[in-house]
Every structure is written in structure tokens, then in C-alpha cells.
């Protein structure tokens, strides 16, 4: 589905451009804003077209962060509790550092300690607040490869965060194990073993069966159920449309959203945003289903 068909609710925005609900809300209701009009509405939940609000974001500079002086010159590797880092960066309250962790998976650096609660080295955040990511897409840097990792290898064999990662379709390690911190991925259960690296002196490294990991990858939907044939073509509510004769993908999903096709309510799988939280981002539907639906409603009753 190209960035002009694709819908994002308030929930997606939020998590992928850096903003807030109530900013949303802020711009939505004020017409000069330059925020896009919504695309769709289903009930009160609201949708917008991606490349409208890409391009809003994009328009936006992002703001630089100046620290003074004494915080540069002071010893970086001094452990700041959640507190402190959150007057390092001039933010009022924690949970602005709390929703970094929690929504933007591999945005804010991860703990250097995490012992007796959250301690960040005072280097980890002058590093972060100088070459802070922009709003949007941008980086500050490039995420490392993912490995390479079979659904079809030795079930047995125990895979690290990196392999686990990748199974499960997050972008890096950082943003997963962000993620697994917070809790968000029920899917995966607790790790099969805890191994000691030889020579390593710090600790036990989380492992994990690839049969765990595929099971949860499959609840998850980055990898299809077990009966499922890989290779099945699966099509969005764009290509739907065309299929079933309607104007656009929006107009799929009102009928969608209005009851008008029963036989659509359960997809045959989704599209997952990578590194998501697990709630499906788009519906998929096997084209034969569309196709034996589209002859049903076209031949005579």
C-alpha cells in the first residue's frame, strides 16, 4: 500500500512522529494549524492519510538543545537518577522520559543501571540532548544491521536479543529491548535460559528457543499462523477495493466499519508496524476470498 492509501489514527502519529494527543487535538481544532483533514472517522476514533501528516511533521524544524555549560564540564560518567535527568533536559516532569521509553521504542537511551531504579550516566544524556533526533523519521544515527535470522532453523536452538529482534520485527535490539523492559510483547514469554558468556563479566544474557520465538512472532502476525501458506497472496483495503468494485480504500472501510460486508469482518491476517506494540496496523484479506466474493456479488440473485 503506497503512503497516500495508508490511514494513521492518533495512537500511530503520536508513537511515530514524537508529539502528543492533545498537540493532535490542538491542531485539529484549529484551522490554521496546516494539520491535514481527517481522512475517515470510524465511531470517535479518527483517522488521517500518512503522507498529509509526514508532510505536515516535515515542514516543522526540529528544536535544538542547548545545555550550559557547567553540564558539559561536568563528570559524564555520573549516574542521574530519573529525577535529575528530567532537570538535565529542562522537562518539568519524568513522565516525559517515561513516555519516551514507553512509545518510542529506541528514541531515548536505555538505563545505564537499573539496580536500584533508572540511573543514566550523565554522557548518555549530553550525547542523546546534542544529537537528538529530529521529529519524524530522522536519526541521529544509523541503527545497526539486524541479523539474519530462519524461522526454519533448529527449533531448539537459543537465540539472543539481536536474533530474537529480528524474528519479531523490530528494527534494532535497542528498540526491543525497550520494548520487552516495558512489557510491552505479551506474546513472548519469559526467556528458556539465562547464559553466562565465558570471559564476560557482566551478566547473564537473556536466550530464548526459536520455537518460542516463532509462536510469538506468529500471535504477533509478523509471521503468518503455521497453516498458512507463505507464499498466499494477501492484499490491503486498497487492492480490496479495486476487487470489490469500490472507489478507494476508504470507502472499503466504511462499508467495513458500516456492517455492509459481513464476510470481510474477520481478515485473514494483518500488517504489523514493525517494532509495534502488537495491535495490528492494517487488515489483509487472501485475494481468492476477494475475488469468489466479487464474482457472489456480481452474479444474479
Known sequence: MSSADRLVGTAQIVSEFGTSRPRISEWSNTPDSGFPAVAHTEGRKQFWRYNEVAAFFAQRAPKKRALPAAVLEADQD???????????????????I???????????PEPDEDIDG???RRGTVVSWAT???????RSSAPAAA???VSADGDPDELLGTAEVA????????????????????????????????????GPARKKWRRATVVAAARKRGVLPPADQDENEDLVGAAEAARILGYSNADSLISALGHGLLPDLKQPDGYEYRRGSS?????QRWKRSRLEDLAARRSSPS
Open 146 to 148: 539486524r541479523p539474519a
Open 98 to 108: 517515561d513516555a519516551y521509553l514507553r512509545d518510542r521504542p529506541g528514541y531515548f
Open 278 to 282: 502488537g495491535r495490528p496496523r492494517q
Open 131 to 137: 544529537d537528538r533526533p529530529g521529529k519524524g523519521r
Open 78 to 96: 555520573e549516574l542521574l537518577t530519573k529525577r535529575q535527568v528530567a532537570e538535565l533536559l529542562g522537562y518539568t516532569r519524568t513522565s516525559t
Open 118 to 120: 533508572q540511573k543514566w
Open 166 to 201: 529480528a524474528l519479531l520485527g523490530y528494527g534494532s535490539t535497542a528498540s526491543f529491548s525497550s520494548a520487552l523492559y516495558q512489557g510491552r510483547i505479551p506474546e513472548l514469554p519469559e526467556p528458556d535460559a539465562q547464559v553466562k558468556e565465558e570471559g564476560s563479566r
